[in-house]
């Protein structure tokens, strides 16, 4: 069995809000600025970072930051933590020079996954699976998980009312969700990824050994803020899939609608609603999800999941637990520190109690939407973060490292080594996630196609080379 390598990429929502009588900007423009000193430095809005990553302007000027290659619980969330203060920072920036050219405007992005217009834009995982796994194969038994994973890392939402009757996926009253991507899913199983947003992606794009790897790009999954929603997302899946290659068997779960299923789940805070399944019967979400809990807890107890962050899935597979539990009981304040439907729940219900407001009340949007600001300090997220009210994984020691050193367990460690030292030699190169190259062509390109090579005699050889 290989090692679990997962990356996490985030598009952020952006918008930005104008002085009184100042000029609008669209995001087409905020993103120009945005992403200015960006193109200053790397002559380009898509690059490679020192600690790995990539950053790019993505389709509908949404910035886009997707971790290096990770290898461990707490190292996937220290690099995603990252992502939100790098991308922070050129926001930061923005403001400065719309300043510096007489433009009153502050800059605001969102870790979310939905604009104001329906919009829906994505937190896409990648899992390094064995080339010998089937992915279309493995449908049947990934697809109940993942319908039903939002019980345990869904961020929330707030469903606005609509007409009943009008078609899949209508309500006559708003709702409160536990994902925000349920409500735009379209397919089951799919290669694509905008066109119709399938819950499993089944394009074959390693980006390592094709003969011996390939990768599961999931992209149902919500945004997340809290960095135990962020912990738990990633390792229950990580085990999921750990448990599908080692040949574990699992109760027959097959869904018949999955589109239709996702959407019904995360309407429903109780988590009893019957979901369909091929067979002609009947399971809930709370039963689909402790049926995978238990496989888990079965799968460990005979030895599974040798690694060094074994007391982190242990921690993870308590939090599961005390998740569904919470759900079943309705005490939802009880899990509030740990994952983000609850924390933004308590949120709304906070306001609800003091005012009578109703959930399609504007105050209540703007709590849904700003608890998901980066900002340090203005994000609703972040403010509970600054008052102990939500659980951490890692410390700013942590994130900070994260942002400019790159996890030195994979093959990202030999991309952001290479990155500084043409940087600090003045050299033009060219990176993506398997290939380093000098512009010039003088020494030769090395591809990287073992995503556990943290060493590699080729990537010394090609960087004492940059400064001849």
Same mark, same amino acid.
């Given at each position: 069995?290989?090692?679990?390598?997962?990356?996490? @990429?985030? @598009?952020?929502?952006?918008?930005?809000?104008?002085?009184?009588?100042?000029?609008?900007?669209?995001?087409?423009?905020?993103?120009?600025?945005?992403?200015?000193?960006?193109? #200053?430095?790397?002559?380009?809005?898509?690059?490679?970072?020192?600690?790995?990553?990539?950053?790019? /302007?993505? =389709?509908?000027?949404?910035?886009?930051?997707?971790? *290096?290659?990770?290898?461990?619980?707490?190292?996937?969330?220290?690099?995603?933590?990252?992502?939100?203060?790098?991308?922070?920072?050129?926001?930061?920036?923005?403001?400065?020079?719309?300043?510096?050219?007489?433009?009153?405007?502050?800059?605001?992005?969102?870790?979310?996954?939905?604009?104001?217009?329906?919009?829906?834009?994505?937190?896409?995982?990648?899992?390094?699976?064995?080339?010998?796994?089937?992915?279309?194969?493995?449908?049947?038994?990934?697809?109940?998980?993942? =319908?039903?994973?939002?019980? $345990?890392?869904?961020?929330?939402?707030?469903?606005?009312?609509?007409?009943?009757?009008?078609?899949?996926? @209508?309500?006559?009253?708003?709702?409160?969700?536990?994902?925000?991507?349920?409500?735009?899913?379209?397919?089951?199983?799919?290669?694509?990824? !905008?066109?119709?947003?399938?819950?499993?992606?089944?394009?074959?794009?390693?980006?390592?050994?094709?003969?011996?790897?390939?990768?599961?790009?999931? $992209?149902?999954?919500?945004?997340?803020?809290?960095?135990?929603?962020?912990?738990?997302?990633?390792?229950?899946?990580?085990?999921?899939?750990?448990? $599908?290659?080692?040949?574990? #068997?699992?109760?027959?779960?097959?869904?018949?609608?999955?589109?239709?299923?996702?959407?019904?789940?995360?309407?429903?805070?109780?988590?009893?609603?019957?979901?369909? /399944?091929?067979?002609?019967? !009947?399971?809930?979400?709370?039963?689909?999800?402790?049926?995978?809990?238990? +496989?888990?807890?079965?799968?460990?107890?005979?030895?599974?999941?040798?690694?060094?962050?074994?007391?982190?899935?242990?921690?993870?597979?308590? /939090?599961?637990?005390?998740?569904?539990?919470?759900?079943?009981?309705?005490?939802?304040?009880?899990?509030?520190?740990? =994952?983000?439907?609850?924390?933004?729940?308590?949120?709304?219900?906070?306001?609800? *109690?003091?005012?009578?407001?109703?959930?399609?009340?504007?105050?209540?949007?703007? $709590?849904?939407?700003?608890?998901?600001?980066?900002?340090?300090?203005?994000?609703?997220?972040?403010? /509970?973060?600054?008052?102990?009210?939500?659980?951490?994984?890692?410390?700013?020691? +942590?994130?900070?490292?994260?942002?400019?050193? +790159?996890? @030195?367990?994979?093959?990202?460690?030999?991309?952001?080594?290479?990155?500084? *030292?043409?940087?600090?030699?003045?050299?033009?190169?060219?990176?993506?996630?398997?290939?380093?190259?000098?512009?010039?062509?003088?020494?030769?390109?090395?591809?990287? !196609?073992?995503?556990?090579? #943290?060493?590699?005699?080729?990537?010394?050889?090609?960087?004492?080379?940059?400064?001849?």
């Amino acid at each position: 069995m290989i090692r679990r390598i997962v990356g996490i @990429e985030t @598009e952020f929502g952006i918008t930005s809000v104008s002085g009184e009588g100042a000029r609008g900007l669209g995001a087409d423009e905020i993103a120009r600025y945005l992403f200015r000193p960006v193109v #200053e430095r790397w002559r380009s809005s898509n690059v490679f970072l020192d600690n790995g990553a990539r950053l790019y /302007l993505d =389709v509908g000027s949404h910035p886009e930051y997707a971790t *290096a290659e990770c290898d461990g619980l707490r190292q996937i969330v220290a690099h995603d933590r990252a992502g939100e203060r790098i991308v922070d920072d050129l926001a930061l920036a923005a403001e400065q020079s719309l300043a510096d050219e007489g433009i009153d405007a502050r800059v605001y992005l969102f870790k979310n996954n939905t604009d104001s217009v329906g919009n829906s834009y994505g937190c896409h995982e990648n899992y390094l699976l064995d080339r010998s796994t089937q992915v279309r194969g493995i449908a049947n038994t990934l697809l109940p998980f993942l =319908v039903s994973r939002q019980l $345990i890392c869904g961020a929330g939402k707030i469903l606005p009312g609509t007409p009943a009757g009008v078609g899949l996926g @209508e309500t006559s009253e708003p709702v409160y969700c536990f994902s925000q991507r349920a409500e735009h899913m379209w397919d089951g199983v799919s290669s694509a990824t !905008t066109r119709s947003r399938p819950l499993i992606n089944t394009r074959d794009e390693p980006h390592a050994d094709s003969t011996r790897f390939r990768r599961m790009h999931v $992209i149902v999954g919500d945004s997340n803020m809290i960095e135990t929603t962020t912990l738990l997302k990633v390792a229950s899946t990580r085990l999921v899939l750990e448990m $599908i290659e080692a040949g574990v #068997e699992l109760r027959p779960m097959a869904v018949a609608h999955p589109v239709r299923a996702i959407r019904e789940i995360s309407r429903d805070l109780t988590g009893t609603r019957p979901v369909a /399944l091929t067979d002609g019967t !009947t399971m809930s979400a709370l039963e689909i999800q402790r049926e995978f809990l238990g +496989a888990v807890r079965r799968y460990l107890d005979a030895g599974g999941w040798e690694r060094d962050d074994r007391p982190d899935v242990e921690h993870c597979v308590a /939090l599961w637990e005390r998740i569904l539990d919470a759900v079943e009981s309705g005490d939802h304040d009880s899990i509030a520190a740990d =994952v983000d439907w609850a924390a933004k729940l308590r949120l709304i219900r906070q306001v609800q *109690a003091k005012t009578g407001a109703d959930l399609d009340h504007p105050r209540l949007a703007q $709590i849904d939407l700003t608890y998901h600001d980066i900002r340090p300090g203005r994000g609703l997220h972040s403010v /509970l973060e600054r008052r102990g009210m939500v659980s951490r994984v890692v410390d700013d020691a +942590a994130v900070e490292r994260a942002r400019g050193v +790159a996890p @030195e367990t994979t093959r990202a460690a030999l991309r952001g080594r290479f990155i500084t *030292a043409a940087r600090e030699a003045g050299r033009d190169f060219t990176v993506d996630w398997v290939h380093l190259k000098v512009s010039d062509g003088t020494v030769p390109t090395v591809a990287l !196609t073992d995503p556990f090579a #943290e060493v590699d005699p080729r990537v010394d050889d090609l960087i004492a080379a940059l400064g001849r």
